[in-house]
């Protein structure tokens, strides 16, 4: 129990500057396949999707080292999608718009709103796992 509750919370410790940083690239003015494409050419995250949800959102696993980092938290996993790109696979419902990409990240919802506001971001932000996981997310067309 007590080595579960230290592994919890060194996931919302923000972590120092030696991380990959997302921050400027969740401003919401890029692609579904311009943000995973560049993660996939740096090799930091996994090419095989652990997921495709229903509307169509490939769910990316960060490889081991990688350290990617969003609003100084720790990224559990990258989010992705790209109408008619065969970088994505397709899910079995609706997709959730043409473009969408984002993060799931070990923090609590409202510190991550806080410092994505105070980036600039206009990602929407939600709760996934209440204190633990967030997901920083934004669809539609780039600007």
Known sequence: MLGMLAAVAAGLT?????????????DCKSTGH????????DQYIDPNPMR?????VNVFRPLRGSNLTAFGY?????????????????????PVADS??????????EAVQTR??????????????PLLLTAVFCSGSAE
Do not use: C, W
């Not at 311009?34 to 050419?41: M, N, Q, V």
């Not at 994505?116 to 796992?129: E, F, L, R």
């Open 14 to 26: 923000p972590l120092p500057g030696h991380a990959y940083a997302l921050d400027d690239q969740l």
């Open 34 to 41: 311009a943000f995973i494409s560049s993660l996939l050419d």
């Open 52 to 56: 495709v949800e229903a509307n169509s």
């Open 74 to 94: 720790r990224v559990y996993a990258v989010l992705g999608y790209q109408h008619n790109d065969q970088m994505f696979k397709q899910g079995t419902g609706q």
């Open 100 to 109: 969408a990409y984002g993060v799931v990240i070990f923090g609590p919802l």
């Open 116 to 129: 994505a506001h105070d980036a600039g971001s206009v990602a929407v932000i939600k709760s996934v796992v």
